[in-house]
Nanobody, 114 residues
């Protein structure tokens, strides 16, 4: 069955960096676009970044453009989210998701605080 297992996250100071990983199994990974979402307390879940199956196309929310980078390694069936220059407003639970159908990772907490 389809599984998305996340790792990474944690507590970081403002201006710091973190990398999230999402390891996929149960489907032909390279043929599916992948998303990263986040949900802050009391807020709706929002799309942060998207990457196409080949990795040739990416899109970002305006709030993270220039600071976050989505990438993928199709040999490892893994998608990444590199987050640089983190701000307190980036604090949220982050989720990876397969673009099609409702397959989500388990979520990982990112807290940006001094």
């Amino acid at each position: 069955q389809v599984q998305l297992v996340q790792s990474g996250g944690g507590l970081v100071q403002p201006g710091g960096s973190l990398r999230l990983s999402c390891a996929a199994s149960g489907f032909r990974f390279s043929t599916y676009g992948m998303d990263w979402y986040r949900q802050a307390p009391g807020k709706r879940r929002e799309l942060v970044a998207y990457i196409s199956g080949s990795g040739s196309n990416t899109n970002y929310a305006d709030s993270v453009k220039g600071r976050f980078t989505i990438s993928r390694d199709n040999a490892k069936d893994t998608v990444y989210l590199q987050m640089n220059n983190l701000k307190p407003e980036d604090t949220a639970v982050y989720y990876c998701k397969r673009r099609t159908r409702n397959y989500w990772g388990q979520g990982t907490q990112v807290t940006v605080s001094s």
